[in-house]
């Protein structure tokens, strides 16, 4: 993965007069030498864990290992964002970075072979892994009984990052990386692929129409009527970049067939306090995590979370969860 050059943003509140954005070519540089980092990872119930680990800056992302029965591992499996940071102890001094991005677990053995290259070249022999089976190994290949066991390699690329300068100029960096970028592997490129439309089927157009643009508030983008055969509407949900589409004569589905639709909000008892005043027929904030849902308490933190659902008027069904980092 080549690395994205991202747009550099300086925020002016929380920096000194006269400062300047930090390039991120230094941002970059930086990731690339620092020898410990921390992970943030969120659990089940919607805690943040944080841990130190060793990482390597490779192709424009980070990578890091752990054994696949550590806390970070399981919660990754459920919640793939995550949090990567690095920096310097003191005040008066150095640059505090903070990588936002989606671990995603490597398998692939040669590209595993660059990573554990990586490794050895920045941390030595201490951090020698054989590659085998879409893991790391220490050592060339122990004995099963003597074997320590497998550690998974996961790739984090950037989606955000942030720099904090420190000393007699204070600064503070956003980079965003565009949304648009494509990979190059073995001659081919994978470009991003965005989801645009999904089709709900019902019974009646016009009835839906009104249970998605008045009561949900979706806007409405176009009504197409063809024929009495084909009549076509397209909605999009408020700042979402992929829209719904009900219609006649357009897919062989039954009405109310389609469940797990799901809409992201950033506060779930505000969505849910509108849904309810708009006439929607909801059910209660549950929080959803291991053990299945149950009944949101008072006060509890439902980042992660926290969903409500409900039904359009031919039983298609929705979910609403709230993730307040979300974009």
Not at 7 to 21: H, I, Q, W
Not at 70 to 99: H, S
Request: glycine share 12%; aromatic share 8%.
């Amino acid at each position: 993965m080549a690395d994205r050059e991202p747009v550099a943003e300086l925020e002016p509140r929380f920096s000194s007069d006269g400062a300047t954005p930090t390039s991120w070519t230094e941002g970059r540089e930086r990731l690339r030498r620092a020898e410990v980092y921390w992970l943030t990872t969120v659990r089940p119930g919607g805690s943040p864990h944080v841990t130190p680990l060793l990482a390597v800056w490779l192709d424009g992302a980070l990578h890091f290992c752990t054994g696949p029965d550590e806390r970070k591992a399981r919660n990754l499996a459920g919640n793939p964002p995550c949090v990567l940071t690095t920096g310097c102890d003191a005040l008066g001094e150095g640059l505090d970075l903070l990588v936002e991005g989606e671990a995603v677990r490597l398998t692939d053995d040669p590209d595993l072979r660059r990573v554990s290259d990586a490794y050895l070249s920045k941390y030595g022999e201490g951090w020698r892994f054989a590659v085998r089976d879409g893991a790391f190994y220490h050592g060339p290949g122990p004995p099963r009984e003597t074997d320590p066991g497998a550690a998974w390699v996961y790739e984090v690329a950037p989606k955000k990052a942030f720099g904090f300068g420190k000393g007699g100029t204070f600064s503070q960096t956003r980079w965003r990386f565009q949304r648009t970028q494509t990979r190059e592997m073995e001659g081919e490129i994978f470009m991003k692929w965005t989801l645009e439309v999904v089709v709900v089927p019902v019974s009646d157009v016009e009835r839906a129409k009104a249970f998605y643009a008045g009561k949900l508030g979706f806007d409405l983008d176009h009504d197409t009527k063809i024929s009495d055969e084909y009549h076509v509407v397209q909605l999009t949900p408020p700042g979402s970049g992929c829209s719904i589409v009900l219609g006649k004569g357009i897919v062989d589905m039954k009405p109310g067939s389609l469940k797990g639709l799901q809409l992201v909000v950033k506060d779930i008892r505000a969505a849910r306090a509108q849904l309810v005043g708009r006439g929607v027929g909801v059910g209660e904030v549950q929080v959803v995590g291991a053990s299945g849902p149950r009944p949101a308490s008072d006060g509890e933190d439902l980042d992660n979370v926290g969903f409500v659902f409900f039904e359009d008027p031919d039983g298609n069904g929705w979910a609403v969860q709230q993730i307040s980092a979300r974009d």
